[in-house]
T-cell receptor
Framework: AQSVAQPEDQVNVAEGNPLTVKCTYS??????LFWYVQYPNRGLQFLLK??????LVKGSYGFEAEFNKSQTSFHLKKPSALVSDSALYFC??????????????FGTGTQLKVEL | EAGVTQSPTHLIKTRGQQVTLRCSPI?????VYWYQQALGLGLQFLLW???????NRGNFPPRFSGRQFPNYSSELNVNALELEDSALYLC??????????FGPGTRLLVL
């Protein structure tokens, strides 16, 4: 079975400061990993994904994520936060070996609040 | 390029009624996924359709069903609505096992 943990319900950061949103995962095989963002009353917007290769993945809007196999983590980062980054962030996993029926398993989400 | 579209945007039903939600995938995408985002339960996988066939199903009762049409659009049907079916229903589309792109969702309220 595949699972994702996002240990922080909320992350607060000042505008201009770096941000990190944490994610750890569990799969039986090798993972496909994703980050999505959800703005109020909207659907999920794709940010970035890790499939294979370079452990540092760059995505939309200046976000990046680092895959760490030994720690089974895939933390989302941004060097300089913007107030407009305030939203709900979801980490998701799909098991590459079994496919998991292609379904994504999501974490519970982390609310990011960027303040002036 | 148009994204995934869903209709209606909002819906209010009463217990016991039936509802149909619709999804149009991104052009060229053959797979459609349905997820439920209920308060306190997070995002849960419902159904996966590809090339008109149901490929996988999440842990939901049989009153949740759907289909995919030859143009790859999809419907999600929920029969005998219960209060706990109140949620945001999200549709996503993909090319085979590629990245899933989500629509804006349909918010269902069951009274």
């Amino acid at each position: 079975a595949q699972s994702v943990a996002q240990p922080e319900d909320q992350v607060n950061v000042a505008e201009g400061n770096p941000l990190t949103v944490k994610c750890t995962y569990s799969v039986s095989g090798n993972p496909y990993l994703f980050w999505y963002v959800q703005y109020p009353n909207r659907g999920l917007q794709f940010l970035l994904k890790y499939i294979t290769g370079d452990n540092l993945v760059k995505g939309s809007y200046g976000f990046e994520a680092e895959f760490n196999k030994s720690q089974t983590s895939f933390h989302l980062k941004k060097p300089s936060a913007l107030v407009s980054d305030s939203a709900l962030y979801f980490c998701a996993v799909r098991d590459r070996l079994t496919g998991g029926g292609n379904k994504l398993t999501f974490g519970t989400g982390t609310q990011l609040k960027v303040e002036l | 390029e148009a994204g995934v579209t869903q209709s209606p945007t909002h819906l209010i039903k009463t217990r016991g009624q039936q509802v149909t939600l619709r999804c149009s995938p991104i052009s060229g995408h053959t797979s459609v996924y349905w997820y439920q985002q209920a308060l306190g339960l997070g995002l849960q996988f419902l159904l996966w359709y590809d090339e008109g066939e149901e490929r996988n199903r999440g842990n939901f009762p049989p009153r949740f069903s759907g289909r995919q049409f030859p143009n790859y659009s999809s419907e999600l049907n929920v029969n005998a609505l219960e209060l706990e079916d109140s949620a945001l229903y999200l549709c996503a589309s993909a090319i085979l096992e590629g990245t899933q792109y989500f629509g804006p969702g349909t918010r269902l309220l069951v009274l």
